[in-house]
C-alpha cells in the first residue's frame, strides 16, 4: 500500500513538472519578446538590379537532322561479290574501294574487241593500200572511175569500224572499271547489305554512304515571321543552334542557308535550312532537333531574373525595393501608432543603433515582359528602369510596404545580437502585460 501511495506521488509531481514545461514551451514564450521580434522585425529577401544588356531575340521551332548527300551506292555490272572492303559505321572517302565484283567475264570482251580491232585494222590497211594504187598516176588510167569510187567507199567503211572497235574497247574498259565498286562521296558506311559470294545485278544495294560533314537541319516557323527572317537574312548571314531537350546547347555554330520560297498553306508556316559543320558528330540523320535561330539582337533591353516576376489576378509584377513606405501604408492613426511602439520600439531602436542602416521597403510593381533573356532571364519592356532593385527570393512573407533587409544572391541575413533580443524580450513583456 505504501508502494503504491509513494508510485502515486511521484506520478503527480511529473505530472506537474511537465505541465508547468509544455506551459513554458508554448505560452510562456509568446510573452517574451523573441517570437515579436521574428515578425515585427525586417524581412531577408534576395534581391538583384535590373541590368540593361545585349539580348540576342530568338525564334525556334523543332526540326529534323538531313544529310546534304547521302547514296545508296549499287553496282552498276553484274555479277559474283568477291569481297566487302569497308568496315559498317565508318568513315570511307571518295573513291575509296567499297566492294570487288568478279572481272572475268568483262575482262574476255575486252580481249575479244581489242582482237577485233586488229583484224579492222588489217582490213582498213588493205583499203587504203588498194586507193593509193588507184590514185597513182601510173595505174590511174588503168583503173575504172567507179572501181576508185568503190575503193573510196571501202576506205571509208573500215575505217569507221576501226572507230566502233574503239569505242565497244572503251565502254568494255568501262564496265570492267565497274566490277572495283568505290565510294561517291565521302561520308559514312551504313549497314552492308549482301555478302561476298552473291551474284549481284544493277539493281542490288551494296550499303547506304551518308555525309555527315557538314549537315543540315531543316526546320518550320509561323509565316507571320517571314518578313522579319528574310530582312534579318539580308542583313547579315544569321546563326542557328541545336538544343535538346533540357535546353542546353548541342550545336551552337550553325548557319541559316535556305528560306523556303513558299508559305505552305495547310500549316501557315515556311521551311528553313540550316547547316552545320558537326565537327563532333553530335547531329545524325533523321534525328529530331530543337532549332533557335537567332534574328537580332536587342542594344540595351531592360533584363531581370526569371524568379523575379510573379504573376497576379492582375497581370506580372515585380517586389520593387524602395527607401521609403508605399504611399498610404507609412500613415496610420495615432492609436495605432501608440499600440506598436509599445511592441517594437525597443526593437527599433537598438536595431537602428546595431546597423545604422537606413529602412528599406518594397512595394508591388506591375511590369510587361516582352521575351526571355537566357535561359534565367526575361525582359522588361514597361514598368522599371535599369538599376532598380527587385525580389527574387522571400517574396512569400511580403506584403505592400513590408520593410526588409536586402541582400545579394548566396548571402545569408545575420543573427541576430544580444541587444536586439534583449530589446525585443523588453518590449514584447510590455506589450504582453498591456493586454
Given at each position: 500500500?505504501?508502494?503504491?501511495?509513494?508510485?502515486?506521488?511521484?506520478?503527480?509531481?511529473?505530472?506537474?513538472?511537465?505541465v508547468?514545461?509544455?506551459?513554458?514551451?508554448?505560452?510562456?514564450?509568446?510573452?517574451?519578446?523573441?517570437?515579436?521580434?521574428?515578425?515585427?522585425?525586417?524581412?531577408?529577401?534576395?534581391?538583384?538590379?535590373?541590368?540593361a544588356?545585349?539580348?540576342p531575340?530568338?525564334?525556334?521551332n523543332?526540326g529534323?537532322?538531313?544529310?546534304?548527300?547521302?547514296v545508296?551506292?549499287q553496282?552498276?555490272?553484274?555479277?559474283?561479290?568477291?569481297?566487302?572492303?569497308?568496315?559498317?559505321?565508318?568513315?570511307v572517302?571518295?573513291?575509296q574501294?567499297l566492294?570487288?565484283?568478279?572481272p572475268?567475264?568483262?575482262?574476255a570482251?575486252?580481249?575479244?574487241?581489242?582482237?577485233?580491232?586488229?583484224?579492222?585494222?588489217?582490213?582498213?590497211?588493205t583499203a587504203?593500200?588498194?586507193?593509193?594504187?588507184?590514185?597513182d598516176?601510173?595505174y590511174?588510167?588503168?583503173?575504172?572511175?567507179i572501181?576508185?569510187?568503190?575503193?573510196?567507199?571501202t576506205?571509208?567503211q573500215w575505217?569507221?569500224?576501226?572507230?566502233a572497235d574503239?569505242?565497244?574497247?572503251?565502254?568494255?574498259?568501262?564496265?570492267?572499271?565497274?566490277?572495283?565498286?568505290?565510294s561517291?562521296?565521302?561520308?559514312?558506311?551504313?549497314?552492308?547489305?549482301?555478302?561476298?559470294?552473291?551474284?549481284?545485278?544493277?539493281?542490288?544495294?551494296?550499303?547506304?554512304?551518308?555525309?555527315?560533314h557538314?549537315?543540315?537541319v531543316?526546320?518550320?516557323?509561323?509565316g507571320?515571321?517571314?518578313?522579319?527572317v528574310?530582312?534579318?537574312?539580308?542583313?547579315?548571314?544569321?546563326k542557328?543552334?541545336v538544343?535538346?531537350?533540357?535546353?542546353?546547347?548541342?550545336?551552337?555554330d550553325?548557319?541559316?542557308?535556305?528560306?523556303?520560297?513558299?508559305i505552305?498553306?495547310?500549316?501557315?508556316?515556311?521551311?528553313?535550312?540550316?547547316e552545320f559543320?558537326?565537327a563532333?558528330?553530335?547531329?545524325?540523320?533523321?534525328?529530331?532537333?530543337?532549332?533557335?535561330?537567332?534574328?537580332?539582337?536587342?542594344?540595351?533591353?531592360?533584363?531581370?531574373p526569371?524568379?523575379?516576376?510573379?504573376?497576379?489576378?492582375n497581370?506580372?509584377y515585380?517586389?520593387?525595393?524602395?527607401d521609403t513606405p508605399?504611399?498610404?501604408?507609412s500613415?496610420e492613426?495615432?492609436?495605432?501608432?501608440?499600440?506598436?511602439?509599445?511592441?517594437?520600439?525597443?526593437?527599433a531602436a537598438?536595431?537602428a543603433a546595431?546597423d545604422?542602416?537606413?529602412?528599406k521597403?518594397?512595394?508591388?510593381?506591375?511590369?510587361?515582359?516582352?521575351?526571355?533573356?537566357?535561359?534565367?532571364?526575361?525582359i522588361?519592356s514597361k514598368?522599371?528602369?535599369a538599376?532598380?532593385?527587385?525580389?527574387?527570393?522571400?517574396?512569400?512573407?511580403?506584403?505592400?510596404?513590408?520593410?526588409?533587409?536586402?541582400?545579394?544572391p548566396?548571402?545569408?541575413?545575420?543573427?541576430?545580437?544580444?541587444?536586439?533580443?534583449?530589446?525585443?524580450?523588453?518590449?514584447?513583456?510590455?506589450?504582453?502585460r498591456?493586454?
Amino acid at each position: 500500500m505504501r508502494m503504491s501511495r509513494t508510485k502515486w506521488i511521484w506520478t503527480l509531481v511529473g505530472v506537474a513538472v511537465l505541465v508547468i514545461i509544455l506551459w513554458r514551451v508554448f505560452g510562456g514564450s509568446s510573452q517574451r519578446g523573441f517570437g515579436d521580434f521574428s515578425a515585427n522585425g525586417p524581412v531577408p529577401v534576395t534581391v538583384v538590379p535590373a541590368a540593361a544588356q545585349n539580348v540576342p531575340m530568338y525564334l525556334g521551332n523543332q526540326g529534323t537532322v538531313q544529310p546534304i548527300n547521302s547514296v545508296n551506292v549499287q553496282p552498276q555490272v553484274g555479277g559474283q561479290l568477291l569481297s566487302i572492303d569497308f568496315v559498317e559505321g565508318k568513315p570511307v572517302t571518295k573513291g575509296q574501294l567499297l566492294a570487288q565484283i568478279d572481272p572475268r567475264t568483262l575482262q574476255a570482251q575486252l580481249d575479244q574487241a581489242l582482237a577485233k580491232r586488229a583484224q579492222d585494222q588489217t582490213q582498213l590497211a588493205t583499203a587504203k593500200a588498194n586507193l593509193q594504187r588507184s590514185e597513182d598516176p601510173k595505174y590511174r588510167e588503168y583503173v575504172a572511175q567507179i572501181d576508185r569510187i568503190t575503193q573510196k567507199n571501202t576506205l571509208a567503211q573500215w575505217q569507221a569500224a576501226v572507230a566502233a572497235d574503239a569505242a565497244s574497247i572503251q565502254n568494255t574498259r568501262v564496265q570492267l572499271g565497274f566490277t572495283k565498286v568505290t565510294s561517291p562521296i565521302n561520308g559514312v558506311a551504313g549497314i552492308r547489305q549482301v555478302s561476298p559470294g552473291n551474284v549481284i545485278t544493277t539493281g542490288t544495294s551494296i550499303v547506304t554512304v551518308t555525309q555527315m560533314h557538314p549537315i543540315d537541319v531543316i526546320f518550320s516557323l509561323a509565316g507571320k515571321y517571314l518578313d522579319e527572317v528574310r530582312s534579318a537574312q539580308a542583313k547579315a548571314p544569321l546563326k542557328v543552334a541545336v538544343l535538346d531537350a533540357s535546353g542546353n546547347t548541342v550545336e551552337a555554330d550553325g548557319v541559316l542557308k535556305v528560306i523556303d520560297n513558299q508559305i505552305d498553306p495547310d500549316t501557315a508556316s515556311f521551311e528553313l535550312k540550316a547547316e552545320f559543320p558537326n565537327a563532333q558528330n553530335q547531329l545524325y540523320p533523321g534525328q529530331y532537333a530543337n532549332v533557335r535561330l537567332q534574328v537580332r539582337v536587342d542594344d540595351n533591353a531592360l533584363v531581370v531574373p526569371a524568379a523575379a516576376v510573379q504573376r497576379g489576378p492582375n497581370g506580372e509584377y515585380v517586389w520593387l525595393v524602395t527607401d521609403t513606405p508605399p504611399p498610404g501604408t507609412s500613415a496610420e492613426p495615432d492609436g495605432a501608432k501608440k499600440m506598436r511602439r509599445g511592441a517594437r520600439g525597443a526593437h527599433a531602436a537598438s536595431s537602428a543603433a546595431a546597423d545604422h542602416k537606413p529602412a528599406k521597403y518594397v512595394t508591388m510593381q506591375a511590369v510587361t515582359t516582352s521575351g526571355e533573356s537566357g535561359d534565367t532571364g526575361l525582359i522588361i519592356s514597361k514598368g522599371l528602369k535599369a538599376g532598380d532593385l527587385v525580389v527574387t527570393a522571400g517574396q512569400f512573407r511580403l506584403k505592400e510596404g513590408s520593410k526588409v533587409t536586402p541582400m545579394k544572391p548566396g548571402e545569408i541575413p545575420a543573427p541576430p545580437t544580444t541587444a536586439e533580443i534583449k530589446a525585443a524580450a523588453k518590449g514584447g513583456g510590455r506589450g504582453g502585460r498591456r493586454h
